[in-house]
């Protein structure tokens, strides 16, 4: 499953990318649900219930965001369980800049295939869309990745190729915001 994360501005001067609200409120949904089954079941719950609720439960606090605050000048990245999240925290100085990175998977690096497969990629579409016979194991995908001034790439998101034009406007929005080039290539 696909969970898309989504943009959304809390002020003019800080943009948050992350899991959409309706995603806690699906898993506190879901748990609800597992737990009025096992309540209403009459027997007593096996271990293999216990660790479904577990995961449930833990998936509900699960959280994956990045917050590009232009007020202080810094991104945070947290990643992990709400209660016990790692940050990663960078300031805006040591940006040089985004980029849209086509992957291809299901190709040889270098050929030809890969190099029609990422120009299609950044168009948001496949190299054999309009062929006689589609490849199945092709699958084009664009990554949205911060690159720093220290060589360092963070990947920011990762989607198929047929939602470019919804990762292209994440990435002018940040990167606009923070006052660095978006390159796609």
Same mark, same amino acid.
């Given at each position: 499953?696909?969970?898309?994360?989504?943009?959304?501005?809390?002020?003019?001067?800080?943009?948050?990318?992350?899991?959409?609200?309706?995603?806690?409120?699906?898993?506190?949904?879901?748990?609800?649900?597992?737990?009025?089954?096992?309540?209403?079941?009459?027997?007593?719950?096996?271990?293999?219930?216990?660790?479904?609720?577990?995961?449930?439960?833990?998936?509900?606090?699960?959280?994956?965001?990045?917050?590009?605050?232009?007020?202080?000048?810094?991104?945070?990245?947290?990643?992990?369980?709400?209660?016990?999240?790692?940050?990663?925290?960078?300031?805006?100085?040591?940006?040089?800049?985004?980029?849209?990175?086509?992957?291809?998977?299901?190709?040889?690096?270098?050929?030809?295939? %890969?190099?029609?497969?990422?120009?299609?990629?950044?168009?948001?579409?496949?190299?054999?869309?309009?062929?006689?016979?589609?490849?199945?194991?092709?699958?084009?995908?664009?990554?949205?990745?911060? %690159?720093?001034?220290?060589?360092?790439?963070?990947?920011?998101?990762?989607?198929?190729?047929?939602?470019?034009?919804?990762?292209?406007?994440?990435?002018?929005?940040?990167?606009?915001?923070?006052?660095?080039?978006?390159?796609?290539?």
């Amino acid at each position: 499953m696909e969970i898309p994360l989504s943009l959304s501005s809390h002020s003019p001067d800080r943009l948050v990318y992350g899991l959409p609200r309706w995603y806690r409120a699906a898993m506190a949904l879901v748990l609800a649900a597992l737990a009025t089954g096992i309540a209403l079941g009459g027997g007593r719950p096996g271990p293999m219930a216990w660790t479904i609720l577990v995961l449930v439960a833990l998936g509900g606090l699960y959280e994956d965001n990045w917050s590009f605050d232009a007020g202080r000048g810094r991104v945070v990245h947290r990643v992990g369980l709400s209660f016990a999240a790692n940050a990663s925290v960078f300031q805006f100085a040591a940006i040089e800049r985004f980029r849209l990175v086509p992957v291809v998977a299901g190709t040889i690096p270098g050929s030809e295939a %890969e190099r029609e497969g990422k120009a299609a990629a950044l168009e948001g579409r496949r190299a054999d869309d309009h062929g006689p016979r589609r490849f199945r194991h092709r699958k084009p995908f664009l990554d949205l990745v911060m %690159e720093c001034a220290d060589g360092r790439r963070c990947l920011i998101d990762h989607l198929p190729a047929r939602r470019a034009g919804r990762l292209r406007e994440a990435g002018d929005r940040i990167a606009a915001l923070c006052g660095k080039p978006l390159v796609a290539g």
